[in-house]
């Protein structure tokens, strides 16, 4: 089965608020974390990534946590917008391993307006 | 420099028929992946393919399914005598290089539908 899930499959936020995902995984080996965006009939998006001697990185609006001691990571939206309604995925992969993403399930972010 | 493109974007295909997947990666990319996912799901690694040779297939069911991306065309996804389980989105990347070393980008998808 897949090493990489999810707490929540749903998340409603009001438009302007911050947002939290977060993901966890179980393969204590991976070494790189990627964020997909993934909208209503359309392929994964590459949002943001980070590796794992890192443990915040930042993007445009976007930041992602790392937490290595309990295999735990997140990605925060900030000022989220109605365009920000998606299914978002966590993805790992072992870099000295098999070189494939490992994707979780996903959670469903509603922005409300 | 157009992004992966798949095709078909739909297709149907009653039970016992074969489904054939094309997917062209970006231009100059070597590495292939495929992924299926089902309704409400996450991506479900099958198989890793780099120009002529599968890399690893580990996902990939033992029977009916096949893949290759030979020297020159688009790599093909085949699914043989389909049935109603197989209907899923599937999902194809390109890399330039491995994974961990750059970015994997995806196409649309194709939405096999088996009726």
């Known amino acids: 089965g897949e090493s990489v899930g999810l707490h929540l499959p749903t998340l409603s936020v009001q438009e302007g608020d911050n947002s939290i995902i977060n993901c966890a995984y179980s393969?204590?080996?991976?070494?790189?974390f990627i964020w997909y965006k993934q909208e209503s009939g359309k392929g994964p998006q590459f949002i943001i990534d980070?590796?794992?001697?890192?443990d915040k990185r930042q993007g445009q609006r976007v930041t992602v946590l790392l937490n290595k001691t309990v295999k735990h990571l997140s990605l925060q939206i900030a000022a989220t917008q109605p365009g920000d309604s998606a299914v978002y995925f966590c993805a790992e992969i072992e870099i000295q391993g098999a070189q494939k993403l490992v994707f979780g399930q996903g959670t469903r972010l509603t922005i409300n307006p | 420099n157009a992004g992966v493109m798949q095709n078909p974007r739909h297709l149907v295909r009653r039970r016992g028929q074969e489904a054939r997947l094309r997917c062209s990666p970006m231009k100059g990319h070597s590495h292939v992946y495929w992924y299926r996912q089902l309704p409400e799901e996450g991506l479900k690694f099958m198989v890793y393919l780099q120009k002529e040779n599968i890399i690893d297939e580990s996902g990939m069911p033992k029977e009916r399914f096949s893949a290759e991306f030979p020297k020159e065309g688009p790599s093909i996804l085949r699914i043989q005598q389909v049935v109603r389980g197989d209907s899923a989105a599937y999902f194809c990347?390109?890399?330039?290089?491995?994974?961990?070393?750059?970015?994997?980008?995806f196409g649309q998808g194709t939405r096999l539908t088996v009726v």
């Open positions: 980070i590796r794992s001697n890192m």
């Open positions: 990347a390109s890399s330039l290089q491995q994974v961990a070393n750059t970015e994997a980008f």
């Open positions: 393969n204590s080996a991976s070494d790189y």
